[in-house]
C-alpha cells in the first residue's frame, strides 16, 4: 500500500512537470557582467601628419572604426579604385553560386574596345572566371572589367546601377557611378571613407578575393601575357594583401591598401596624391602608425562554453551554449578597457534542439565609451531531444522512490 502511495504521488509529480517542461515556458534572459576584459579602444585624436595627397583614412575593418581621417568626405575622381565594387559584385556572384572560378566570360566588342589599362581582350576570347580575376586584381584590365560587368548585369548599363544600389545600402553617401572601370565621366565620383566601406565590405563578407589582390606576378593564355601588380606594395611592405590602385590624369594617384600581420587588418585610402611615389608613401605612413599604436584582441572565444541550461521540454539533460564566432577588439596597446556582457535567449527554449542551433545574441560593450564592441550569435553545442514520458517516470523515481 505504501509503494502504491509513492507511485501516485510520483505520477501527480510528473503531471504537474507535464506543464513546466512538455507544454513549455518563456525564456527572455537579459543580463549584464562585469568581467574585466581587455578589448576595444577610446577615441583618440588624429596624429600630426603632413600629407600631400588630398585625402587619407585608415580603417580597422572588423570593428569599422576610424583610426586616422583628413578629408574623409570629399568627393574625388577615384580612377580604377572603382574596380572594388565592381569586384565585390563579382565576388558576391562566386560566393553565392551563381558563378564558378571555373566558369568562362567572353569578351564582347564593346568590351574589346576599351582604353586605359587591358589585356588586348580579343573579341570573342574567352578566360576562365579565375583568369578574369586575376586580370582585374593584378593589372586593372578595363576590358575584363567591361566582360564580367556585361556577364552579370547583361550589360555595363545594368551592372553600374547594381554597383550604385550596393553603395546606397553599404551608406555610400558620397559616391556615383557611371561606369564599372573607373575612367573619368561627368557624375562618377566618391570618397577616401566611401572607398573604406566598400573594401571593408569586400575583404571582410569575401575574403577569397585577397587571393587575387595579394599577386604580385602571374600570367594568362599560358605563360603568353605577363602579369606584373600596378601595386607596389605587394612586393615591398610587410603583411601587404592588396588592394586596388588607380590614376588618370584628372584623378592623379589613388590607392585602397589592405595589410595584416598577426590578427591585425588595416585598409588604407589615399586620394590624389602627385606621384606614385607619394601615394606609397603616405600609405606607408598610415599602416605603419596603425601597427604601432593597435593591436587586435580576442576577448570572447567561440570555444568556450557559456552555461549550461535547463531547457523545456527536457527534463534530465542540459543545454550548453557557445558563441557562434569569436569576437575581437582594436586595443591601444598597454591598455585594458572594462566591459560588459549583454547576453538575449530566445523568448522560448523547448526541446528538441540541434547542435548548431541560434537561441540567442550576445553583445560586447565597452563600459568607458558605452559603445558595441561586437556582437554574435549564440549556438547550442549539445543536441537536446525531448523527453519521454518513461524519461520524467524515471527522473522522479530516481530522485524520489530511491532516496529511502
Keep these: 500500500m505504501n509503494k502504491l502511495y509513492k507511485i501516485l504521488i510520483a505520477l501527480l509529480i510528473v503531471n504537474m512537470l507535464n506543464i513546466q517542461y512538455i507544454f513549455g515556458a518563456n525564456y527572455l534572459y537579459e543580463k549584464k557582467s562585469k568581467d574585466k576584459q581587455e578589448s576595444s579602444i577610446s577615441t583618440v585624436a588624429n596624429p600630426s601628419f603632413t600629407f600631400e595627397s588630398e585625402a587619407q583614412i585608415l580603417m580597422e575593418p572588423s570593428t569599422g572604426r576610424i583610426l586616422y581621417a583628413n578629408n574623409e568626405n570629399e568627393r574625388m575622381l577615384p580612377a580604377s579604385v572603382t574596380k572594388v565594387m565592381t569586384l565585390l559584385l563579382i565576388m558576391e556572384q562566386i560566393d553565392s553560386g551563381v558563378l564558378e572560378y571555373t566558369d568562362t566570360v567572353t569578351c564582347s566588342k564593346n568590351a574589346a574596345s576599351m582604353g586605359g589599362s587591358q589585356i588586348w581582350f580579343e573579341e570573342g576570347?574567352?578566360?576562365?572566371?579565375?583568369?578574369?580575376?586575376?586580370?582585374?586584381?593584378?593589372?586593372?584590365?578595363?576590358?575584363?572589367?567591361?566582360?564580367?560587368?556585361?556577364?552579370?548585369?547583361?550589360?555595363?548599363?545594368?551592372?553600374?546601377?547594381?554597383?550604385?544600389?550596393?553603395?546606397?545600402?553599404?551608406?555610400?553617401?558620397?559616391?556615383?557611378?557611371?561606369?564599372?572601370?573607373?575612367?573619368?565621366?561627368?557624375?562618377?565620383?566618391?570618397?577616401?571613407?566611401?572607398?573604406?566601406?566598400?573594401?571593408?565590405?569586400?575583404?571582410?563578407?569575401?575574403?577569397?578575393?585577397?587571393?587575387?589582390?595579394?599577386?604580385?606576378?602571374?600570367?594568362?593564355?599560358?605563360?603568353?601575357?605577363?602579369?606584373?601588380?600596378?601595386?607596389?606594395?605587394?612586393?615591398?611592405?610587410?603583411?601587404?594583401?592588396?588592394?586596388?590602385?588607380?590614376?588618370?590624369?584628372?584623378?592623379?594617384?589613388?590607392?585602397?591598401?589592405?595589410?595584416?600581420?598577426?590578427?591585425?587588418?588595416?585598409?588604407?585610402?589615399?586620394?590624389?596624391?602627385?606621384?606614385?611615389?607619394?601615394?606609397?608613401?603616405?600609405?606607408?605612413?598610415?599602416?605603419?602608425y596603425g601597427f604601432a599604436t593597435y593591436e587586435t584582441k580576442k576577448i570572447c572565444s567561440s570555444s568556450t562554453i557559456l552555461e549550461e541550461l535547463q531547457v523545456n521540454k527536457n527534463i534530465a539533460e542540459k543545454l550548453e551554449t557557445r558563441l557562434q564566432d569569436d569576437i575581437y577588439s582594436l586595443v591601444e596597446r598597454g591598455k585594458n578597457v572594462d566591459t560588459d556582457q549583454i547576453v538575449t535567449y530566445n523568448e522560448e527554449l523547448s526541446a528538441p534542439i540541434e547542435s548548431g542551433d541560434i537561441i540567442g545574441s550576445v553583445e560586447i560593450i565597452d563600459k568607458n565609451t558605452n559603445e558595441s564592441i561586437g556582437k554574435t550569435n549564440i549556438v547550442a553545442n549539445n543536441t537536446i531531444n525531448k523527453s519521454r514520458i518513461t524519461d520524467y517516470l524515471k527522473f522522479i523515481f530516481g530522485k524520489f522512490l530511491l532516496k529511502q
Design 125 to 288: 576570347e574567352q578566360l576562365t572566371i579565375d583568369e578574369a580575376l586575376k586580370a582585374i586584381c593584378v593589372v586593372s584590365a578595363n576590358d575584363v572589367t567591361v566582360a564580367m560587368a556585361e556577364l552579370i548585369g547583361g550589360n555595363e548599363e545594368n551592372f553600374v546601377i547594381a554597383m550604385n544600389a550596393k553603395a546606397r545600402e553599404l551608406g555610400m553617401e558620397n559616391t556615383h557611378f557611371i561606369n564599372c572601370h573607373g575612367i573619368d565621366e561627368e557624375g562618377h565620383y566618391t570618397c577616401a571613407k566611401d572607398v573604406a566601406l566598400m573594401a571593408r565590405e569586400l575583404i571582410t563578407k569575401h575574403p577569397n578575393i585577397l587571393n587575387y589582390t595579394s599577386i604580385w606576378m602571374d600570367s594568362l593564355r599560358g605563360g603568353k601575357t605577363e602579369l606584373t601588380s600596378t601595386n607596389k606594395l605587394i612586393r615591398f611592405y610587410d603583411g601587404a594583401t592588396g588592394l586596388k590602385t588607380g590614376y588618370t590624369s584628372n584623378a592623379l594617384y589613388n590607392l585602397v591598401a589592405t595589410a595584416t600581420r598577426k590578427d591585425t587588418t588595416y585598409i588604407s585610402v589615399v586620394m590624389k596624391a602627385p606621384s606614385s611615389d607619394v601615394r606609397l608613401a603616405e600609405t606607408k605612413t598610415l599602416l605603419d
